[in-house]
């Protein structure tokens, strides 16, 4: 009979209910309560339990979870990294740029203190010296002797300097004065182009941008032909012929 409550709680409140028919009050109790024990012991034994109670939530792994942060972590590295090598750039980058203001503003005034000692020197008085004679910023040498337009050029050469070059009318005045009384080679000379043709040029090759050529004179280069100064400081051609020469030498290349 024990056993059969065992296995069905519904019999075991049978039981207990006829039992109390036959028996006093007080028998009846303990019994009840036996059976109860005996029904909450066994069914103790009998019901399975679960770990952590039916509120416990399921978890990943310790082990799942911590790669994750670590890949948090490098990422947030790399942005703290990368955020400071672009400040590290930037800064830089307006330091070169003040640098650089700075360095054009010393070179200009630089260029505007040379330039202002430049015009200041050339603008001093004639002067003569050991034959040669300075006008702005040039010296100018008058030759004693006499050679064809070839020679005369060597002969500047061989000083230091050219056959003189006229750019401008007062350049041209002060050559005007020092070739007098005479006529003078100046370096003024028709060269032929890649097209066959034949234009003026200066000994420095540049080409014409003054002109004080003689009336009536033909400025058509010819092949050969080579400039002088008349005694008037006017502007002819020869192909051939000894004359004196205007040698001219700048002050930067003494």
């Known amino acids: 009979m024990s056993s059969n409550i065992y296995e069905d709680p519904n019999l075991s409140m049978n039981v207990k209910y006829s039992k109390g028919a036959r028996e006093d ?5 303990e019994r009840v309560i036996d059976i109860y024990e005996s029904v909450d012991t066994s069914t103790n034994r009998c019901v399975p339990t679960q770990r952590g109670g039916p509120h416990t939530q399921n978890h990943p792994p310790a082990v799942q979870r911590n790669p994750f942060r670590a890949a948090a972590l490098v990422l947030g590295l790399l942005c703290l990294l990368l955020v400071a090598g672009v400040t590290v750039l930037a800064n830089q980058c307006d330091q070169l740029q003040t640098s650089n203001k700075e360095l054009q503003t010393s070179y ?3 260029q505007t203190s040379y330039n ?19 006008y702005q910023c040039s010296c100018y040498y008058k030759s004693i002797k006499m050679k064809n337009w070839t020679e005369s050029r ?26 007098k ?10 060269v032929s182009t890649n097209d066959w043709n034949d234009e003026w040029k200066w000994v420095d090759e540049s ?3 003054y002109m004080s050529w003689q009336k009536d004179v033909n400025m058509n280069p010819v092949k050969g032909a080579t400039a002088y100064m008349d ?22 290349k003494v």
Not at 154 to 170: H, M, P, T
Not at 238 to 247: F, M
């Open 25 to 29: 009050r007080g028998e009846r109790v």
């Open 108 to 110: 200009k005034k630089l």
């Open 116 to 134: 202002n000692l430049s015009n200041s020197f050339c603008q001093e008085a004639t002067k003569q010296t050991h034959g040669w004679t300075r």
């Open 154 to 179: 060597k002969d500047c050469q061989n000083r230091g300097a050219d056959l003189v070059i006229i750019k401008s009318k007062e350049e041209n005045d002060f050559v005007s004065e020092l070739n």
């Open 181 to 190: 009384p005479e006529t003078s080679w100046i370096g003024l000379q028709s």
């Open 207 to 209: 080409t014409l941008s």
């Open 231 to 252: 005694l008037d400081g006017n502007w002819n051609h020869s192909n051939n012929g000894l004359k004196r020469w205007i040698c001219e030498k700048h002050i930067y």
